[in-house]
């Protein structure tokens, strides 16, 4: 790894609520240290998956996140 490149964590997921499993997961993860990278799976891509549908809004599931 050359000095530029950084090693960090991704947690992603639809981000309706915060359960405990997902509080723990991303504090277990932001105490590693590294940068903490989030990403909310948008609505087409949980049609196109097994996801279940969203309850919120991708905007609303973002500022949750």
Avoid: Q, W
Avoid at 36 to 42: D, I
Avoid at 51 to 59: H, N, Y
């Amino acid at each position: 790894m050359s000095s530029k490149e950084k090693e960090y964590n991704v947690i992603t997921g639809i981000f309706d609520v915060i359960t405990k499993g997902i509080r723990k997961s991303v504090l277990e993860r932001a105490e590693d240290g590294k940068p903490l990278g989030v990403g909310v799976y948008t609505d087409e891509y949980c049609e196109l998956t097994d996801f279940s549908r969203p309850m919120k809004s991708v905007e609303h599931r973002r500022e949750i996140a």
